[in-house]
């Protein structure tokens, strides 16, 4: 609820927002197309099944949430990290008020074209702007680290991937360790979510387009259909990709295409975690993973290729 990237923008020694550069800020009418409205102090995530039992019920609460934090949010600075919560899956798009960006280029694009294009064709027509820097000094360390996202290797995957503090700009060299730790966080965020998306998109406008429409959701007739990008997947150092890592452009779901003999397989929720055998009948193997990752309360999914089956008897165990 709290703009977390305002701090960044004005004060010495803070980080930058994990939240990702893109700040969606809807009108208070969204308020009253919620149902079962929870605020928490702080994340769920954190909060696991004591979430409910702990969020806001008191009006002196939502007094204290709601005075201010001197810098022209009315959420006070207690409540930096406060979570509203609701039974909605989603909110109206219509309900928007306004779209704040960060001011940097990823892989050369400006942030801010890239958000006016996406908006000009999904039809949105709030006010599109920059977030704006009072400290230079900080804006100039925002786009060293996106700098520094845009030269690292491509990764498919957030398996054997890392990034430590010697990396890091030396602007951050005053910082204290936890600082300089929360920061490396925000680059694998940015890195896997930001950068490798914009690139995904570079690599469409400019080779054959291999993508596929997905199986597993349905945007709906007034938009275009989803659209799965893939990518080679191999594990670690090995040689030869044996798949590639399709990911869906509207759900996020994942579908695997076998490189050997072109199968393309949507995988369902229930799939996961157990061996799927390649529908095309060439004897590959894999299981789809799925972990909880405590530091942002998300899933990450990993694929694990297993030993070859003999397609046959595999196919008679299996149920389909
Ligand atoms: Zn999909
Ligand atoms: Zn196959």
């Known amino acids: 609820m709290y703009d977390v990237g305002s701090v960044f923008s004005r004060a010495q020694n803070t980080v930058p927002n994990v939240y990702r550069p893109i700040m969606l800020v809807f009108r208070p009418e969204v308020f009253a197309s919620m149902s079962d409205i929870c605020i ?24 204290a949430m ?7 949010s009315p959420i006070s600075q207690d409540y930096h990290y406060s979570e509203l919560s609701c039974a909605n899956s989603k909110n109206s798009l219509d309900l928007l008020e306004r779209i704040i960006v960060e ?5 050369g694009l400006q942030l801010l074209s890239l958000v006016r294009d996406a908006c000009k064709s999904a039809e949105i027509t709030c006010p599109i702007i920059e977030r704006r820097y ?15 996202c845009d030269s690292l290797p491509f990764a498919a995957t957030q398996r054997g991937w890392s990034f430590d503090e010697t990396q ?14 929360r920061v490396c966080l925000w680059v694998r965020y ?4 930001t950068t490798n998306e914009v690139r995904n998109d570079l690599t469409f406008d400019n080779a054959d387009d291999d993508r596929t429409i997905c199986k597993l959701c349905d945007p709906g007739e007034e938009r275009p259909p989803a659209m799965v990008n893939y990518q080679p997947w191999s594990v670690g150092e090995e040689s030869k990709p044996r798949i590639d890592l399709g990911r869906c452009d509207w759900c996020n779901g994942i579908t695997i295409r076998c490189r050997e003999c072109g199968e393309i397989m949507a995988i369902y929720e229930h799939e996961y975690d157990q061996p799927i055998c390649c529908g095309g009948g060439c ?26 089956g003999d397609p046959e008897a595999w196919n008679g165990l299996e149920e389909h």
């Open 40 to 63: 928490t102090k702080q994340s769920i995530a954190t909060l696991c099944d004591k979430w409910r039992s702990l969020a806001i019920n008191s009006e002196a609460e939502l007094v």
């Open 66 to 72: 709601l005075g201010g934090d001197g810098y022209g």
């Open 103 to 107: 001011p940097i280029a990823i892989h």
């Open 134 to 148: 009072p400290s230079l000094n900080n804006r100039n360390l925002l786009r060293d680290l996106v700098s520094i």
């Open 168 to 181: 890091l700009p030396s602007g951050l060299a005053n910082y204290p360790p936890e600082r300089r730790n």
């Open 190 to 193: 940015f890195f896997f979510w």
């Open 283 to 308: 004897g590959l193997r894999f299981r789809v993973e799925t972990y909880y990752d405590p530091r942002d309360g998300g899933g990450c999914e990993e694929i694990d290729i297993l030993p070859d």
